[in-house]
């Protein structure tokens, strides 16, 4: 069955870095887009960022110049660096996937940018 499973995330200062992984496992991973997307506290989940097979980005304009997306197709792994992080950027952050008309999640990493 198609598994994520993320690391990563936790507490940081303003203007601070992290970096997220999810690893991928019952799909043919290289075929397929991936996501990253967060939930704020009391906000709806909002899509962060997109790559797809060839190595096209997409971002919310509020993580453009500071998040990267990135993939690594040999283990199977999508990555979210992100940098200069504000407050605003807190709340909880999925990887995710469409395959057969189903999305699928990761189980959710907690980032917090706070002072």
């Known amino acids: 069955q198609v598994r994520l499973v993320q690391s990563g995330g936790g507490l940081v200062q303003p203007g601070g870095s992290l970096r997220l992984s999810c690893a991928a496992s019952g799909i043919n991973f290289k075929i397929h887009t991936l996501d990253w997307n967060r939930q704020a506290p009391g906000k709806q989940r909002e899509l962060v960022a997109r790559i797809d097979s060839r190595g096209s980005t997409n971002y919310t304009d509020s993580v453009k110049g500071r998040f990267t997306i990135s993939r690594d197709n040999a283990r199977n792994l999508v990555f979210l660096q992100m940098n200069n992080l504000k407050p605003d950027d807190t709340g909880v952050y999925y990887c995710?996937?469409?395959?057969?008309?189903?999305?699928?999640w990761g189980q959710g990493t907690q980032v917090t940018v706070s002072s």
């Open positions: 995710s996937v469409d395959r057969a008309g189903r999305k699928f």
